[in-house]
């Protein structure tokens, strides 16, 4: 399964980006998805975990009520919609992806990795 992050770039504070996560190859093997990210100087953080194809997705409590994940399943794709952003959102951003049927909080339990893409909210 390969990855395929992008949406970022630069926003002001309180401004919205969506990023995209588009899967190719044996799609079949992904099941449980995530997405993550990381500051600089600081580790992996969880964002958003649950099903690739449906389901309920949990949220990491920092970005719970803002951050929004979607799906089209035509096109084997995961949206993060994110709004309201402020400048501690900033950070690479990762999707994973997982052959076990749940998404996890954790970045270590997953299988397949995007590129990550960038996303800074200015203040």
């Known amino acids: 399964v390969q990855l395929q992050a992008s949406g970022g770039g630069l926003v002001q504070a309180g401004g919205s980006l969506r990023l995209s996560c588009a899967a190719s190859?044996?799609?079949?093997?992904?099941?449980?998805m995530g997405w993550f990210r990381q500051a600089p100087g600081k580790e992996r953080e969880f964002v958003a975990a649950g099903l690739w194809r449906g389901g309920r997705i949990t949220y990491a409590d920092s970005v719970k009520g803002r951050f929004t994940i979607s799906r089209d399943n035509d096109k084997n794709t995961i949206y993060l919609q994110m709004n309201r952003l402020n400048p501690d959102d900033t950070g690479v951003y990762y999707c994973a992806a997982r052959r076990d049927f749940i998404g996890s909080v954790a970045w270590g339990a997953y299988d397949y990795w995007g590129q990550g893409t960038q996303v800074t909210v200015s203040s």
């Open positions: 190859g044996r799609t079949e093997s992904a099941y449980g």
